[in-house]
T-cell receptor, first 115, second 111 residues
Framework: EAGVTQSPTHLIKTRGQQATLRCSPI?????VYWYQQALGLGLQFLLWYDEGEERNRGNFPPRFSGRQFPNYSSELNVNALELEDSALYLC??????????????FGDGTRLSIL | QKEVEQDPGPLSVPEGAIVSLNCTYS??????FMWYRQYSRKGPELLMYTYSSGNKEDGRFTAQVDKSSKYISLFIRDSQPSDSATYLC???????????FGGGTRVLVKP
């Protein structure tokens, strides 16, 4: 069974540009989560999508946004990139989570570097 | 103060030794507890997922949860060089799906 897949593996951008990161969940999983792992800050929750809807977001500015498609894959968009956005962006997926507690399984991430 | 505290290490042990890792937390609303292993340039891999206080064993791994003390532990028996990685504890409240992570402990198992 294929795990969570993310693309691209590495993305290099300059300040002010926009970045798009993609995630395909494990087959059968309908919930997708995005986390940021920045040096010195650890893993921080960004966004949660379930059945196409944004269910929760972490303490990040609105220039971090995303969406979930009908096939449950997801996209994270970061606008007006800043140097401190340089980090590993991790996507996780789980079985439907509302009303239950399902473990989250992670992909290997997209490393975003801002020059 | 962070909600979840974890010693960053590194923790260096000889092959075959028991690795002992722990996290403390401040928010009693956390009800679900996880341990992830993360190799360099890889994503976190789920090792253990627990709910209640007590012990849970899976192969060489044992997870302990003490909700009264707000303290969780992970023990790795018969450690191998392939266990060298960063170990992350994570916690979740009963409602919602946001995971709150500790900062991770780097473990080195020397042959």
């Amino acid at each position: 069974e294929a795990g969570v897949t993310q693309s691209p593996t590495h993305l290099i951008k300059t300040r002010g540009q926009q970045a798009t990161l993609r995630c395909s969940p494990i087959s059968g999983h309908t919930s997708v989560y995005w986390y940021q792992q920045a040096l010195g800050l650890g893993l921080q929750f960004l966004l949660w999508y379930d059945e196409g809807e944004e269910r929760n977001r972490g303490n990040f500015p609105p220039r971090f946004s995303g969406r979930q498609f009908p096939n449950y894959s997801s996209e994270l968009n970061v606008n007006a990139l800043e140097l401190e956005d340089s980090a590993l962006y991790l996507c996780a997926s789980s079985l439907r989570s509302r009303g239950s507690n399902q473990p989250q399984h992670f992909g290997d991430g997209t490393r975003l570097s801002i020059l | 103060q962070k909600e979840v505290e974890q010693d960053p290490g590194p923790l260096s042990v000889p092959e075959g030794a028991i690795v002992s890792l722990n996290c403390t937390y401040s928010n009693s609303a956390f009800q679900y507890f996880m341990w992830y292993r993360q190799y360099s340039r890889k994503g976190p891999e789920l090792l253990m997922y627990t709910y209640s206080s007590g012990n849970k064993e899976d192969g060489r791994f044992t997870a302990q949860v003490d909700k009264s003390s707000k303290y969780i532990s992970l023990f790795i028996r018969d450690s191998q060089p392939s266990d060298s990685a960063t170990y992350l504890c994570a916690m979740k409240k009963a409602a919602g799906n946001k995971l709150t992570f500790g900062g991770g402990t780097r473990v080195l198992v020397k042959p």
